[in-house]
T-cell receptor, first 113, second 114 residues
């Protein structure tokens, strides 16, 4: 049973480009969470999604960031017009239900040059 | 708002030393408490958890007890190994229907020397 799969593991983008980060949850999991880890900091919650619904986006920056979890396919975190401050590790987690334990992927390390 | 505070690192210990990493949390609601470990270049792995007051989580020789009276969830291990070198994160859930929406401490880096 594969765990949470994130790709790519490493992503380099120039300032102003778009970054698309993908997350495939564990089999059977329909709840997905995205976190951001800035250098030397802990993880900060960004957004909580169920299939086709955003449940809680209280941690998402108001501009340039969006997330989706379609009926079919992986969850996508999209960052438009990236800036150097977006350089971070982005982690996805999934859970079977909203109140159950979440399992983390290995993360995507975004570098903006 | 809700928060989790951990002792600052880095913590450097010799092999077989006793480990304590302090963690305190804000006491709103009925949170579950977690310790996660992150090895270099990897994602987070759940180390242990406790879901109610006085519960003790344990795994791989690590232990932590959910102390409601002191709002603490300190991580301990009696004899650390070099392979325990990693960053350790304490976290709480808000409780209720958002088990995966976690609030993390800033992390404590542990380095164990032979």
């Amino acid at each position: 049973n594969a765990g949470v799969m994130q790709n790519p593991r490493h992503l380099v983008r120039r300032r102003g480009q778009e970054a698309r980060l993908r997350c495939s949850p564990m089999k059977g999991h329909s709840h997905v969470y995205w976190y951001r880890q800035l250098p030397e900091e802990g993880l900060k919650f960004m957004v909580y999604l169920q299939k086709e619904n955003i449940i809680d986006e209280s941690g998402m920056p108001k501009e340039r960031f969006s997330a989706e979890f379609p009926k079919e396919g992986p969850s996508i975190l999209r960052i438009q017009q990236v800036v150097r401050g977006d350089s971070a590790a982005y982690f996805c987690a999934s859970s079977l239900r909203g109140e159950t334990e979440a399992f983390f992927g290995q993360g995507t390390r975004l570098t903006v040059v | 708002g809700d928060s989790v505070t951990q002792m600052e690192g880095p913590v450097t210990l010799s092999e077989e030393a006793f480990l304590t990493i302090n963690c305190t949390y804000t006491a709103t609601g009925y949170p579950s408490l977690f310790w996660y470990v992150q090895y270099p270049g990897e994602g987070l792995q759940l180390l242990l958890k406790a879901t109610k007051a006085d519960d003790k989580g344990s795994n791989k020789g690590f232990e932590a007890t959910y102390r409601k009276e002191t709002t603490s969830f300190h991580l301990e291990k009696g004899s650390v190994q070099v392979s325990d070198s990693a960053v350790y994160f304490c976290a709480r859930s808000p409780g209720g229907n958002q088990g995966g929406k976690l609030i993390f401490g800033q992390g404590t880096e542990l380095s164990v020397k032979p």
